[in-house]
C-alpha cells in the first residue's frame, strides 16, 4: 500500500506541474504586435523608401509572388503524378 501512494503522490504533483506551467505560459504570453499593412509596410518605413522605390519594391514582389506561384504548380503537379504512381501496381514506369 506505501508503494501506491507514493504513486498517487507522485502522480498528483506531476498533474499540479503540468498545470502550473501551462498557467504559466498562458498569463504571461508575450504582447503580439500588430503591424497594419504586414510587413511589406513595415519594410518601407524602416528603410525610409519613397514613392518610387515603394513602386519598385511592389513589382519585386509581384514578380517574386509569380515566380512562387509557378514553382509552387510545378511541386504539385509533381506530387499528383508520384501519387497516381503510387496508385498502380506497376512502380517501374519511368518517364
Do not use: C, S
Request: hydrophobic residues 40%; without cysteine; positive net charge.
Amino acid at each position: 500500500m506505501n508503494k501506491i501512494k507514493f504513486l498517487y503522490i507522485i502522480i498528483a504533483l506531476l498533474v499540479a506541474t503540468n498545470i502550473g506551467v501551462l498557467l504559466n505560459m498562458y498569463l504571461h504570453k508575450p504582447p503580439h504586435t500588430q503591424h497594419a499593412g504586414g510587413p511589406k509596410k513595415v519594410i518601407v518605413e524602416k528603410l525610409g523608401f519613397n514613392e518610387k522605390q515603394e513602386a519598385e519594391y511592389e513589382i519585386i514582389i509581384k514578380q517574386h509572388r509569380l515566380r512562387v506561384k509557378a514553382i509552387e504548380n510545378k511541386i504539385r503537379k509533381n506530387k499528383d503524378a508520384l501519387f497516381t504512381l503510387l496508385k498502380t501496381d506497376d512502380t517501374t514506369k519511368k518517364d
